[in-house]
Nanobody, 127 residues
Framework: QVQLVESGGGMVQAGGSLRLSCAAS????????MGWFRQAPGKEREFVGT????????YYGDSVKGRFTISRDYAKNTVYLQMNSLKPEDTAVYYC????????????????????WGQGTQVTVSS
């Protein structure tokens, strides 16, 4: 089992920045891909980005490419989502997830591929 706890959400004005954290516990993450997703009211869960824990290789969705960055801290067993140049359309509940896969990070864009999920953290961007 992997437990994931997100934090760092909040309210920010358009153009601002936030950094979300996802603290993992329960298992070593060396064989895991960590993903970030978001879900706005009335919409399906949307892929944001992924990172392979062991190599740091990342892949991003088109809507956030160039604005969001995923990183990880081995010592803290934590994955981060740095969000810059935020837009009102980025408003959503953000979730981190973990998948024990050997696949390339760019292939894990479907939330159904993930085995573990955090509880989510709300991000609200005002115009």
């Amino acid at each position: 089992q992997v437990q994931l706890v997100e934090s760092g959400g909040g309210m920010v004005q358009a153009g601002g920045s936030l950094r979300l954290s996802c603290a993992a516990s329960g298992r070593a993450l060396n064989s895991y891909i960590m993903g970030w997703f978001r879900q706005a009211p009335g919409k399906e869960r949307e892929f944001v980005g992924t990172v392979r824990w062991s190599t740091g290789i990342t892949y991003y969705g088109d809507s956030v490419k160039g604005r969001f960055t995923i990183s990880r801290d081995y010592a803290k067993n934590t994955v981060y989502l740095q969000m810059n140049s935020l837009k009102p359309e980025d408003t959503a509940v953000y979730y981190c997830a973990a998948a024990a896969r050997l696949s390339a990070v760019r292939t894990l864009t479907d939330p159904r591929e993930y085995d573990y999920w955090g509880q989510g953290t709300q991000v609200t961007v005002s115009s």
